[in-house]
């Protein structure tokens, strides 16, 4: 049984920063690619970061250069640290594996970026 949980959203400014989590059990996180991604109102989610087994990184344009996707191995955690929050950042996060396995979707943690 795989559970994923994410935590580490909230309310910040623009130009803020988060740190998001996501606590990964069962025996899969080593195994896989891991990825985030996002979904605003309105609009389908979509594919932000993912990092694979060799730590190798790939990021959505629209966030190159402000956000870093890591993984601990040993907490079976993967981590988005979220630099330069834009308002368009504002969303809820989800990890999940890299390409996503649907039955591993998690509740997700809200990114709320205002003024």
């Known amino acids: 049984q795989v559970q994923v949980v994410e935590s580490g959203g909230g309310a910040v400014q623009p130009g803020g920063s988060l740190r998001l989590s996501c606590a990964v059990s069962?025996?899969?996180?080593?195994?896989?690619?891991m990825g985030w991604y996002r979904q605003a109102p309105g609009i389908q989610r979509e594919w932000v970061a993912s990092i694979g087994r060799d730590d190798r990184t790939s990021y959505v344009d629209a966030v190159k250069g402000r956000f870093t996707i890591s993984r601990d191995y040993a907490k079976n955690t993967v981590y988005l640290q979220m630099d330069s929050l834009k308002f368009e950042d504002t969303a809820v996060y989800y990890c999940n594996a890299a390409p996503p396995i649907s039955k591993y979707w998690g509740q997700g943690t809200q990114v709320t970026v205002s003024s």
């Open positions: 069962g025996n899969i996180f080593s195994l896989v690619a």
